[in-house]
Nanobody, 124 residues
Framework: VQLQASGGGLVQAGGSLRLSCAAS????????MGWFRQAPGKEREFVAA????????TYADSVKGRFTISRDNAKNTVYLQMNSLKPEDTAVYYC??????????????????WGKGTLVTVSS
């Protein structure tokens, strides 16, 4: 699976952005999808994940209630709607695909595919 994230940019605190991750190469609906982020000087961390059909979702506590993950299997795309953005949300955001729903999305080991990131900058 090839993954391409887009939609990043510069936004003021309190604003919103919607990230997209377009997939190609294999059957998109066979994969659970996740969003991760890496802030400058920090390790990559889990943000949100969605199951193959979209019926299951999970979020990091830091974004719960502000971010929403969704997917459109007909368009081979997963989205991350980010509202009420904070300066601490500034990071490069990555999408990733896994053949299985993970019991622990906080572990990044063994993810099947990663996309290139898109930079989100939130100004105070």
């Amino acid at each position: 699976v090839q993954l391409q994230a887009s939609g990043g940019g510069l936004v003021q605190a309190g604003g919103s952005l919607r990230l997209s991750c377009a997939a190609s190469g294999r059957t998109f609906s066979n994969y659970a999808m996740g969003w991760f982020r890496q802030a400058p000087g920090k390790e990559r961390e889990f943000v949100a994940a969605i199951g193959k059909s979209g019926s299951s979702t999970t979020y990091a506590d830091s974004v719960k209630g502000r971010f929403t993950i969704s997917r459109d299997n007909a368009k081979n795309t997963v989205y991350l709607q980010m509202n009420s953005l904070k300066p601490e949300d500034t990071a490069v955001y990555y999408c990733a695909a896994d053949r299985n729903w993970r019991s622990n999305w906080y572990s990044l080991r063994g993810m099947d595919y990663w996309g290139k990131g898109t930079l989100v900058t939130v100004s105070s």
